[in-house]
């Protein structure tokens, strides 16, 4: 078994007297999509950051490679890859400028950047542009642009944080195929993500964090078995029903009521579906879906908003 690429126990992340991370454990294996989940503040970016070594660990063990960011930062830096949320190109220079100049950086010779710069053109679809200024591009090619020059230093480690944020559909599918090629490759990927449906696709293990803590770990499938249901039953109420929760009892193994339906959790909907024919309230729509991911996501962090 290889050694871990990242690992991380008691990992603490303090700014004054707030906790941004509280003592968490996590391991990244090489070749192997790894996600972080979280509400808004829940300390993803925090670590994040850490383990990129551009910020210092409070407290606990931390290791990249196998090295100490904090005496080691330059080395681990040097074999990374980072696609931050911003873009972070300079729109005023050309394509290829972007790329070249990141490529210095490294103090990469100017032929093998030149070189690089023709293959990761082709990766990100790009070819076409390599005159053209960053700044009249769409998102979508933005943001291929910027996991492009991720690469220039051929990476075996790439942070992205929230990489789709702000894209099309067709975008996000697009940039999805270039995150596949990657692993194909044997590149390992840390990312953060928003969407569900984007971790389920990529992630081959993640973790769920909440209030700085990882409060659930494993794969999609496995989350979505250890805490939800095979099937999940939506049901609509015409506007004047007046349907409690008590009305639901013994219908599926969880209710929850939302302002606009309610949620059955059940291993068996069509059972449930039976069963609701034989209640007699009335019912506008209904809906049978599989569990996903964000059922996951909502039970384990809540639904209220968090600023």
């Known amino acids: ?46 670590t994040m950051k850490m383990i990129g070594a551009v910020s210092p660990v409070t407290e606990g063990l931390l290791t990249v490679f196998g090295l100490d960011p904090a005496t080691d ?14 873009n972070l190109l300079d729109t005023e220079l050309t394509v290829f400028e972007n790329l070249f100049i990141y490529g210095r950086y490294f103090d990469l010779p100017k032929a093998v950047i030149r070189e690089r710069i023709e293959e990761l053109l082709a990766f990100a679809h790009l070819e076409d542009r390599a005159e053209d200024l960053v700044d009249p ?74 209030n700085g803590q990882i409060v659930a770990e494993g794969s999609p499938r496995s989350l979505i078995e250890r805490f939800a249901t095979r099937d999940v039953v939506e049901l609509r109420f015409p506007v004047d029903a007046e349907v409690a929760e008590r009305d639901l009892a013994g219908l599926a193994q969880r209710i929850e009521s939302l302002p606009d339906r309610s949620l059955l959790y059940t291993d068996n909907a069509d059972d449930t579906l039976v069963r609701l024919t034989e209640r007699p309230f009335p019912i506008e729509s209904t809906l049978v879906r599989r569990s996903t991911l964000e059922d996951v996501f909502l039970r384990l962090t809540g639904r209220s908003l968090i600023d």
């Open 1 to 46: 078994m290889a050694e871990p690429l990242v690992r991380a126990a008691d990992l603490t992340k303090r700014f004054g007297d707030f906790t941004a991370v509280d003592s968490v454990d996590f391991t990244v294996e090489p070749g192997e999509v790894f996600g972080f989940l979280g509400p808004n503040g829940a300390g993803k970016s925090s």
């Open 73 to 86: 930062g330059a080395a681990i830096r040097a074999r990374l890859g980072s696609v931050p949320q911003e």
């Open 137 to 210: 591009l769409s998102g979508g090619m933005k943001r291929r642009l910027t996991i492009a020059r991720s690469l220039i230093n051929q990476p075996e480690l790439i942070l992205l944080d929230e990489p789709t944020t702000g894209l099309d559909p067709q975008a996000r599918h697009a940039l999805w195929d270039r995150l596949y090629r990657l692993k194909r490759q044997g590149v390992t990927l840390i990312v953060t993500t928003h969407y569900m449906d984007e971790a389920e696709q990529l992630c081959d293990r993640l973790v769920v964090m909440d």
